[in-house]
């Protein structure tokens, strides 16, 4: 779904952006090409953060579990 969003947006800022600057046109591909290369990096970044927010989750889970298993003993 991510990937299909970040292509909408970029088909979409590749159509809107063009007819509106027509005058910087030799240097409006190294533009989007670096735009493209930024949303790429936030993406990997996004989806690292992610995955460490996942594993302190099921690491909280896990302890969670733990200490319900000892209060329960404990009884």
Do not use: C, G, W
Request: hydrophobic share 45%; aromatic share 4%.
């Amino acid at each position: 779904m991510k990937r299909h969003f970040l292509s909408i947006l970029l088909a979409s800022l590749a159509l809107f952006s063009l007819p509106a600057q027509t005058a910087n046109q030799p240097d409006q591909p190294q533009q989007l090409l670096a735009l493209v290369r930024e949303v790429q990096a936030q993406q990997a970044q996004i989806a690292a953060n992610q995955q460490k927010i996942e594993a302190k989750l099921a690491e909280l889970a896990e302890t969670i579990r733990v200490s319900r298993i000892y209060s329960s003993r404990s009884r």
